[in-house]
């Protein structure tokens, strides 16, 4: 079977103070049931985090983290596992870039999530197989715009050019139309296997048994706390920066050198519910 070679993607240049952010939706269902990499060898690369550098544990899939991937490859066929709320646009669109123009055949696996910049990165794969259960969730850019009347014009236009880009990169693969598209990334849609095969975003589906083989729910339950946290502060409308700044004076953010500190979490956890309980009640 021939590569499907996708086209290189144009890359928007990123504004000055530019913020990026997932949906709150998004993180909530990402953080109920993530999944831990595991060991499987060189030529299989896991995206269990979010995309871009994650301030946390130091972590986050980074474009510079999947060119040491698919160096260590060494031109062989490489297979990728995504469950991934998304995170930082312009990375997903590099990290897209750098699948697309690999030499071998990318396969990618959605084992439960392929979200906002994780989604675009998918669409790299030369064969896009989905498990049972898991989803593809398009949107419009999402980020933090601060300013007055005339900077949040001109950010609304900066967003629509970024928007154009990723239905650009959909429209390669699928079999939809233009119109469809931006109706779908209009609405923030989740795509199930069955109907992102039939439009064209997936080539098959991928058995319960064969995903379990290649993630565990294993998982620190430090991260665990932090993850869902993280969704009911954004829920509550917090931005990324801000959230940061409150996990940090509550606590601080994980080394991820160190040994996890159980007392250190819970304290941290009950501090941070006891400030979105403030928050839901203003």
Same mark, same amino acid.
């Given at each position: 079977m021939s590569?499907?070679?996708?086209?290189?993607?144009r890359?928007?240049?990123?504004?000055?103070?530019?913020?990026?952010?997932?949906?709150s939706?998004?993180?909530?269902?990402?953080?109920?049931?993530?999944l831990?990499?595991?060991?499987?060898?060189?030529?299989?690369? =896991?995206?269990?985090?979010?995309?871009?550098?994650?301030?946390?544990?130091?972590?986050?899939?980074?474009?510079?983290?999947?060119?040491?991937?698919?160096?260590?490859?060494?031109?062989?066929?490489?297979t990728?596992?995504?469950n &991934?709320?998304?995170?930082?646009?312009?990375?997903?669109?590099?990290?897209? =870039? %750098?699948l697309a +123009?690999?030499?071998?055949?990318?396969?990618?696996?959605?084992?439960?999530?392929?979200?906002?910049?994780?989604?675009?990165?998918?669409?790299?794969?030369d064969?896009?197989?989905?498990?049972?259960g898991s989803?593809?969730?398009?949107? =419009?850019?999402w980020?933090?715009?601060?300013? +007055?009347?005339?900077d949040?014009?001109?950010?609304a236009?900066?967003?629509?050019?970024?928007d154009?880009?990723l239905?650009? @990169?959909y429209?390669?693969?699928?079999?939809?139309?233009?119109?469809?598209?931006?109706?779908?990334?209009?609405?923030? &849609?989740?795509?199930?296997p069955?109907?992102?095969?039939?439009?064209?975003?997936?080539?098959?589906?991928?058995?319960?048994?064969?995903?379990?083989?290649k993630?565990?729910?294993?998982?620190?339950g430090?991260v665990?706390?932090?993850?869902?946290?993280?969704?009911?502060?954004?829920?509550?409308?917090?931005?990324?920066?801000?959230?940061?700044?409150?996990?940090e004076?509550?606590?601080?953010?994980?080394?991820?050198?160190?040994?996890?500190?159980?007392?250190?979490?819970?304290?941290v956890?009950?501090?941070?519910?006891?400030? @979105?309980?403030? %928050?839901?009640?203003?």
């Open positions: 590569l499907r070679k996708p086209p290189q993607a890359a928007p240049a990123r504004p000055q103070n530019f913020q990026w952010d997932a949906p939706d998004v993180l909530a269902r990402w953080a109920e049931q993530p831990a990499a595991v060991d499987d060898g060189e030529t299989v690369i =896991n995206m269990f985090d979010v995309i871009g550098y994650d301030w946390w544990d130091g972590g986050g899939i980074t474009t510079k983290w999947v060119q040491d991937q698919l160096r260590a490859a060494s031109g062989r066929d490489v990728v596992n995504i &991934s709320p998304g995170g930082d646009m312009f990375e997903g669109i590099a990290i897209y =870039n %750098l +123009n690999y030499p071998a055949r990318v396969t990618v696996n959605v084992v439960a999530l392929a979200a906002s910049a994780a989604s675009i990165i998918a669409m790299a794969g064969d896009v197989r989905m498990a049972t989803f593809i969730m398009i949107h =419009n850019c980020a933090v715009v601060i300013g +007055n009347q005339n949040l014009r001109e950010a236009e900066i967003f629509a050019t970024f154009s880009a239905a650009d @990169i429209e390669e693969r699928v079999s939809v139309g233009r119109d469809e598209i931006v109706s779908m990334m209009n609405a923030e &849609s989740y795509i199930a069955k109907d992102a095969i039939a439009k064209g975003f997936a080539d098959a589906m991928i058995g319960e048994t064969e995903v379990a083989t993630a565990s729910n294993k998982i620190d430090g665990m706390a932090r993850r869902r946290v993280e969704a009911a502060l954004a829920r509550a409308n917090v931005s990324r920066p801000d959230r940061r700044q409150m996990i004076a509550l606590g601080g953010p994980r080394d991820a050198t160190s040994h996890p500190d159980a007392q250190r979490d819970a304290s956890t009950a501090g941070i519910q006891s400030l @979105i309980e403030k %928050l839901r009640a203003a």
